[in-house]
């Protein structure tokens, strides 16, 4: 009967996570249309709903401290809820960064931007294939797919290169465009964050099965 229990916590454990998982791309896919459409309203929505991914947050933690006093996990059942404490704390910090370019659009939506946004939304939706990667790998265990994020974030990092190439020569040409390029930048930065953070999530799930930390990054 104790390990039935054990095991029915682990699975609890693992839907908490998908879920809080699920809220944080809906975060980051609801920031960066509130960036590219001037939508305040949505960009409050992120905000706003940044206080339930938190308190998913701590009953993650919650649960997580309570299966270690309880259950005394070794071996793998340990590296299950390690794995799921790691887990939750990198998706938090994505939420963070969804909230941040939230705030950008709050600060920057009532301008006519510099230029169209084309290479900060590419960059997105290329985080956002990460972070359902990451998930993806969560849920099947899959630990090809979990060494296949680093290419993606290989293609971020050299995106993010050229986003900051770009608006250093728009905030050169103009002064007056160096406050609005240098809010693009926050947004591209934090991207890049998230695609490390999603990066991460793939090294923890490696680990899970490995028992061995590498880098992917």
Not at 1 to 21: A, C, I, P, S
Not at 22 to 28: F, H, K, M, N
Not at 96 to 104: E, F, L, M, P, S
Not at 124 to 150: C, F, P, T
């Amino acid at each position: 009967m104790n390990r039935t229990h054990f095991e029915k916590e682990l699975e609890e454990l693992h839907y908490d996570v998908l879920k809080m998982g699920s809220l944080v791309e809906e975060a980051i896919a609801n920031a960066i249309a509130s960036l590219v459409n001037h939508d305040t309203e949505l960009a409050q929505k992120v905000i706003d709903d940044d206080d339930r991914i938190d308190k998913i947050e701590v009953e993650i933690d919650n649960k997580c401290a309570k299966i270690m006093v309880t259950q005394q996990p070794i071996a793998r059942d340990l590296r299950i809820v390690l794995t799921g404490l790691k887990i939750v704390t990198d998706l938090e910090r994505m939420a963070d960064h969804a909230v941040d370019i939230a705030k950008t659009t709050l600060r920057i939506a009532h301008q006519k931007y510099i230029k169209p946004l084309i290479d900060i939304p590419r960059m997105a939706e290329i985080v956002r294939e990460m972070v359902k990667m990451s998930l993806d790998s969560y849920v099947r265990q899959d630990l090809d797919l979990a060494r296949a994020i680093g290419e993606k974030d290989d293609i971020v990092d050299a995106l993010y290169k050229q986003i900051f190439r770009e608006l250093l020569t728009y905030m050169m040409e103009d002064p007056r465009n160096i406050d609005q390029a240098t809010q693009f930048l926050f947004v591209a930065r934090y991207l890049e964050r998230i695609a490390d953070h999603a990066t991460n999530i793939c090294e923890w799930i490696i680990y899970l099965d490995t028992g061995e930390h590498i880098d992917l990054n």
